[in-house]
């Protein structure tokens, strides 16, 4: 059984910052793709971020590029979203999930993940 487990979220002040942990269990990770999504109310889920299994491909969406830094510790089999510069605008709930076709890099297609974790609200407060 794949299990995805997010923490880490919580309020925080525009500005500030909050570092997101998911943790993998049920399968080894260190051969698989790795994303961050994220939903708003109202609003489609979307990704922001996501690395290949080696940790050197990554991709940001530009609305946290440079903002945001995407890292993984496959020993831990642990992948980690720091976010810092919050604005309220990234106030959503944040999921990670695991593409598990064991390609060299990472997919932007959200139909392209396998499995997922059950979100941890962000919420930034102006």
């Known amino acids: 059984q794949v299990q995805l487990v997010e923490s880490g979220g919580g309020l925080v002040k525009a500005g500030g910052s909050l570092r997101l942990s998911c943790a993998a269990s049920?399968?080894?990770?260190?051969?698989?793709?790795m994303g961050w999504f994220r939903q708003a109310p109202g609003k489609e889920r979307e990704i922001v971020t996501a690395?290949?299994?080696?940790?050197?491909?990554?991709y940001y969406a530009d609305s946290v590029k440079g903002r945001f830094t995407i890292s993984r510790d496959n020993a831990k089999n642990t992948v980690y979203l720091q976010m810092n510069s919050l604005k309220p605008e990234d106030t959503a709930v944040y999921y990670c999930?695991?593409?598990?076709?064991?390609?060299?890099?990472?997919?932007?297609?959200?139909?392209?993940?396998?499995?997922w974790g059950q979100g941890t609200q962000v919420t930034v407060s102006s």
């Open positions: 690395i290949s299994w080696s940790g050197g491909y990554t």
């Open positions: 999930a695991v593409d598990l076709s064991g390609s060299a890099y990472y997919t932007l297609r959200i139909d392209e993940y396998d499995y």
């Open positions: 049920g399968r080894t990770f260190s051969s698989y793709g």
